[in-house]
């Protein structure tokens, strides 16, 4: 089993939608944990910290369960320019040491 | 620039030769970090380095990777007697602390 999993995807939704993903890790110890946006050949870049609360930026909202070792992630009113994939990050377990998901691939279509 | 700077930006290389990719991280990250994604594929961990610490090498997929930091600034990684499945994009980051990481434009390796 992967330490972080993710659904590939794509997903594809029309503007103004709002679509959500999860991601699930297996190790219990883990810490940190992060949403970072990858764009085709391009690299991956920070676009929010999950909390235990749970926190909102804009039009993204992420969500930890550590109850069931998973975190989410939601955008509301979706733009073409969120068409991107998304990569669940998590710490493992203490240290720095990071493990990216393979990433979920959202289309978002006029 | 003040970004984190990989080079070379492609490598072209036979089978079985040795390769060195190098990374240059953002002055004053202590932290250095080593991925690999091959085509449509997520980031695979390699290695990590923080500060003076020992580094963490548990992501290195066989003896023939290895990496250096020194100085605590610039970081090579080498690839001895390459495979073709070694051909991949090799993404270095750097951060001050763990998060958030900040990510060079990659080495592309293409095993012949």
């Known amino acids: 089993r992967k330490e972080v999993e993710q659904d590939p995807g794509p997903f594809n939704v029309p503007e103004g939608a709002t679509v959500a993903f999860n991601c699930t890790y297996s190790?219990?110890?883990?810490?940190?944990f992060f949403w970072y946006r990858q764009d085709c050949r391009k690299e991956p870049k920070l676009l929010m910290s999950?909390?235990?609360s749970g926190n909102e930026d804009g039009r993204f909202t992420a969500q930890l369960n550590r109850a069931s070792q998973y975190i989410s992630l939601l955008i509301r009113d979706s733009k073409l320019s969120d068409s991107a994939t998304y990569l669940c990050?998590?710490?493992?377990?203490?240290?720095?040491?990071?493990?990216f998901g393979a990433g979920t691939r959202l289309f978002v279509k006029a | 620039g003040a970004g984190v700077s990989q080079s070379p930006s492609n490598k072209v290389t036979e089978k079985g030769k040795d390769v060195e990719l190098r990374c240059d991280p953002i002055?004053?990250?202590?932290?250095l970090y080593w991925y690999r994604q091959s085509l449509g594929q997520g980031l695979e961990f390699l290695i990590y380095?923080?500060?003076?610490?020992?580094?963490?090498k548990s992501g290195l997929p066989s003896d023939r990777f290895s990496a250096e930091r020194t100085g605590g600034s610039v970081s090579t990684l080498t690839i001895q007697r390459t495979q073709q499945e070694d051909s991949a994009v090799y993404l270095c980051?750097?951060?001050?602390?763990?998060?958030?990481?900040?990510f060079g434009d990659g080495t592309r390796l293409s095993i012949l």
């Open positions: 980051a750097s951060s001050f602390g763990g998060q958030p990481q900040h």
């Open positions: 380095f923080q500060g003076n610490s020992a580094p963490d």
């Open positions: 999950v909390y235990s």
């Open positions: 002055s004053g990250h202590t932290a």
């Open positions: 990050v998590v710490n493992s377990g203490g240290g720095f040491k990071t493990i």
């Open positions: 190790n219990s110890a883990s810490q940190s």
